[in-house]
């Protein structure tokens, strides 16, 4: 299965790991994992947003309360 | 255990007149070692690091104790708790160096992430891309290890085995001999904590710390005001031993100035000091105006990291005027341990001559480090064969 944008997004995080910008990757991971499950690419998107999921919390952000609600909605998470 | 090891344990075991030390393999042999770090080092309280080492929240230290990878971690509580510094999944070794956590410990592999209290948060993907929970993955059953953990003093203390009994029983009878001291002590900061990274097994660092019979002949300088019969034996067989001294002199700055007191000490701390080892491994002084810590971490059979700490009543930040005299102390305490390091190494280097016996005590001079010797080898006897 084809992932739109995926060249884009996948070449914005190589760029956000090199330069060791890890919030702003766990917010580029929570954008494109909601794009994809508007588009009903359930797996696809849960897993970016479980991307997402791991540094956000590792940083403490606050976007891991909207990215665990999405992610035990879909009963991908405890 | 071979008949000439049980042997050589019970001469080391019997009253320090007719006793032996701890024959060579207690300092040279890998499998003693290995021996020794169970019984010794892991069952009992052992000082791993300090709480200034993490101070701030969601702080945390990786320890390489005598082997095992251990995380100091200060939560956003502020409470220090120590676990294992190793993954439940992969055995991943989780922090590699010291860092500040807003967040949680996350494994550099697969990232299972755990909170700061070590319980298992996250195990992203452990049921395929984007599923993150499988029913024979149960979290609360995979939190990291928590080591038992007790700060005295700033120094962070581990039980790793969990077998023995709380901190304030296992030291309870020097908590009480030092009672007056159970105070406030302050990290003189980086200028009074030193290393020596020094060819020795541990123990020798302890054996020698023990005793005052060296003082004249290894801190010469000493003897203008602290002679060597000016000190006196501290013996609690099972426990602790050291040194205690009556003529103990502060410190003076350029200026006149000195360090000030902990608070309502009685007379005898005027002029006295002691300096002990609560065994294993922390090797300790206490004084009128400060103290300090010296964290023994083996690193082998034959090489020890001696971390030195100096405490003080005050905290520094708040006396900037006495910067200068805590750098005085420092050199001045660097100086003086710097003295004991080519007799612990010298000691070793002569545990390689095969026809050492383990030494013969002065029942007279020698009997604090004896109190170590049969703390050693009882705690081994008990191991071996049970507490007969």
Redesign the interface.
């Known amino acids: 299965m084809s992932i739109p944008d995926f060249e884009k997004y996948n070449q914005l995080v190589l760029d956000l790991f090199e330069k060791e910008k890890f919030e702003e990757l766990a917010c580029l991971y929570l954008e494109w994992g909601k794009k994809l499950l508007a588009l009903g690419k359930?797996?696809?998107?849960?897993?970016?947003?479980?991307?997402g999921?791991?540094l956000?919390?590792?940083?403490?952000?606050e976007e891991?309360v909207e990215i665990y609600e999405i992610?035990n909605n879909h009963?991908?998470?405890? | 255990m071979d008949v000439e090891a049980d042997r050589d344990l019970e001469l080391v075991r019997q009253a320090v007149e007719g006793a032996k030390g701890l024959p060579n393999n207690h300092y040279i042999d890998q499998a003693t070692y290995e021996e020794e770090r169970e019984v010794l080092l892991f069952n009992n309280w052992a000082g791993i690091g300090l709480g200034s080492d993490i101070p701030n929240p969601g702080d945390v230290s990786p320890v390489n104790f005598a082997g095992m990878p251990l995380l100091m971690v200060r939560n956003h509580e502020g409470d220090i708790q120590v676990f294992q510094n190793t993954c439940r999944h992969r055995g991943m070794m989780l922090v590699e160096k010291n860092c500040n956590l807003r967040g949680t410990i996350r494994c550099p592999y697969h990232s299972w992430s755990y909170n700061l209290d070590g319980s298992l948060r996250a195990t992203p993907h452990v049921g395929g891309p984007g599923m993150n929970i499988d029913k024979h993955i149960v979290r609360k059953d995979l939190g990291l290890i928590k080591i038992n953990t007790y700060v005295w003093r700033d120094i962070v203390f581990v039980n790793v085995s969990g077998t023995a009994p709380t901190f304030r029983e296992y030291a309870s009878k020097l908590l009480k001999r030092w009672h007056e001291h159970e105070q406030p002590m302050y990290h003189g900061g980086p200028v009074s904590g030193f290393n020596f990274d020094v060819a020795c097994n541990w123990k020798l660092a302890v054996e020698n710390y023990c005793e005052s019979y060296h003082l004249p002949w290894i801190h010469p300088g000493l003897n203008s005001y602290s002679r060597l019969e000016d000190h006196y034996h501290i013996e609690e067989p099972g426990h602790f031993s050291g040194q205690g001294t009556l003529v103990y002199r502060q410190i003076i700055g350029d200026h006149g100035e000195t360090f000030p007191d902990f608070k309502n000490l009685s007379k005898f701390w005027d002029t006295g000091a002691e300096y002990i080892v609560l065994f294993p491994n922390v090797m300790l002084a206490t004084q009128r105006d400060h103290g300090y810590a010296i964290i023994l971490l083996p690193q082998g059979p034959e090489r020890t990291i001696e971390r030195n700490e100096i405490f003080y009543s005050f905290d520094p930040e708040t006396r900037p005027d006495l910067k200068a005299l805590i750098e005085k102390n420092s050199v001045q305490w660097r100086g003086v341990l710097e003295e004991d390091l080519f007799v612990i190494e010298g000691m070793q280097k002569g545990r390689h001559g095969i026809f050492f016996d383990g030494g013969k005590f002065s029942p007279v001079m020698d009997s604090p480090t004896h109190v170590f010797h049969k703390w050693v080898g009882d705690k081994l006897h008990a191991s071996r064969y049970g507490n007969s």
């Open positions: 359930l797996d696809e998107g849960c897993f970016f947003l479980t991307q999921y791991v956000a919390l590792e940083h403490g952000m891991t992610l009963e991908r998470e405890d």
